[in-house]
């Protein structure tokens, strides 16, 4: 591998280069040597080879930052482990279904946030994934007989479909239903945008409303396609067919550099609960001070290695590390250091005693009794009597 990448650049170089080796060489093997390639496809196989050229960089750079690539790491360390592999795929399995085919993270933001987004994603997937599969011959359909059509996935024939069954008129629609669903997202969104004065003052049109404009320049041409040669008899069809291809182009080229680039990275957000899950007494780390359990083993750990990387000493005096504490804990301590003072021994939740007599009340959630001079609950019993 070391001497592969001394071909290249940089190894974003190398990782473009081999995903577009590999996009191609899939693209042979679907079209049987190109046998089946249309010249109509040539536009879109181009501008789909300078998304992917850009993805994989944009990609590799995301995955060079130290964080990123520190949770890759765990990642790969934690699939590999064999005590936590029932727990790891079960993680995944929920996240995949909560955070990506749900998207309930959304949905806690509000139910029409959470429809709109829900219907941009899919739409945005399913649009991807039928445009990608025609696009490079992965998908084609061949006539077998004059009532026939046969379903071929990388050279291989699979099912047959009658050009009138459901099953048929739902596969050859699929990308027009993809674009319905996006076309009604958009809509949605970009009416929130316009009208919600909460949104219009924290948005920024270069990055909130151009990716929308661009998507929906795709989906509204696209359709026009479908309008012309079905309802219309193919009117205009050839100047729409032009404009649909410039923006599918400009939206292919923008996407790895904008807002859109979160699309493909989301689905690696599901590394991030199976890395950081929780069993109790079995991977949680307990606060040095007052040992309340607050995170995973894992957690402190990265943050650690992270922080070092990038140069951040947060050792404290006694050979600790600031992520050793809790976060009440770590309050407490950051206080306390803007005052100069050292780390009381004892109740952590006590008075601090300063050079000058002056007591300050301890920062936590409990407080000594001791420093009001209240009387003890036998005390007060006694008193009552």
Same mark, same amino acid.
């Given at each position: ?6 071909? +290249? ?10 995903? %577009? ?20 496809? =040539?536009?879109?196989?181009?501008? @789909?080879?300078? +998304? ?6 944009? =990609? ?14 765990? *990642?790969?360390?934690?699939?590999? *482990?064999?005590?936590? $592999? ?18 309930? +993270? ?32 992965? %998908? ?48 949605? /969104?970009? $009416? ?28 509204? !041409? ?25 923006? %599918?182009? %400009? ?43 607050? @995170? ?26 600031? /992520? ?14 803007? =005052? ?20 300050? @009340?301890? $920062?936590?959630?409990?407080? !000594? ?17």
């Amino acid at each position: 591998m070391k001497q592969l990448e001394r071909s +290249f650049y940089s190894k974003a170089s190398m990782y473009s280069f081999l995903v %577009v080796l590999g996009l191609l060489l899939s693209m042979w093997i679907a079209t049987d040597g190109l046998k089946y390639l249309k010249p109509t496809q =040539m536009g879109y196989i181009i501008g @789909s080879l300078i +998304f992917a050229i850009g993805l994989s960089i944009r =990609m590799a750079f995301w995955m060079y930052r130290t964080a990123t690539n520190r949770m890759v790491k765990r *990642s790969l360390i934690n699939l590999k *482990s064999l005590e936590r $592999f029932k727990r790891n795929w079960k993680s995944i399995l929920l996240t995949a279904i909560n955070n990506i085919f749900l998207q309930k +993270f959304i949905f806690k933001r509000g139910i029409y946030r959470g429809i709109q987004h829900w219907l941009i994603a899919w739409g945005c997937i399913g649009s991807f994934a039928v445009t990608f599969g025609l696009v490079f011959g992965w %998908v084609r359909f061949d006539l077998v007989t004059p009532e026939l059509y046969q379903m071929v996935v990388f050279n291989i024939p699979t099912i047959t479909l009658h050009p009138n069954g459901l099953l048929a008129s739902m596969t050859y629609n699929a990308l027009n239903i993809f674009s319905l669903l996006l076309l009604l997202g958009l809509a949605m /969104a970009l $009416f929130r945008r316009m009208t919600d004065p909460d949104v219009r003052v924290t948005q920024r049109f270069e990055f909130d409303i151009l990716p929308l404009i661009i998507l929906l320049a795709v989906t509204v !041409s696209g359709l026009l396609l479908t309008v012309s040669y079905k309802f219309l008899d193919g009117w205009m069809h050839h100047p729409m067919a032009l404009v649909h291809h410039v923006t %599918v182009v %400009v939206m292919l080229i923008y996407f790895p550099f904008g807002k859109l680039f979160h699309l493909p990275i989301r689905p690696l957000a599901a590394a991030v609960p199976m890395n950081y899950q929780e069993v109790l007494k079995v991977d949680t780390r307990a606060c040095k001070k007052c040992g309340t359990n607050y @995170s995973s083993d894992d957690q402190i750990s990265d943050v650690k290695t992270i922080l070092a990387e990038q140069s951040f000493d947060l050792k404290l005096d006694d050979g600790s590390y600031l /992520a050793d504490y809790c976060p009440g804990c770590r309050r407490r301590i950051r206080a306390m250091k803007q =005052m100069n003072m050292e780390t009381p021994i004892g109740n952590p939740y006590g008075p601090i005693s300063t050079m000058n007599d002056i007591h300050i @009340s301890g $920062f936590g959630k409990q407080r !000594s009794e001791e420093f009001y001079k209240l009387p003890k609950k036998d005390e007060k019993e006694k008193i009552v009597k």
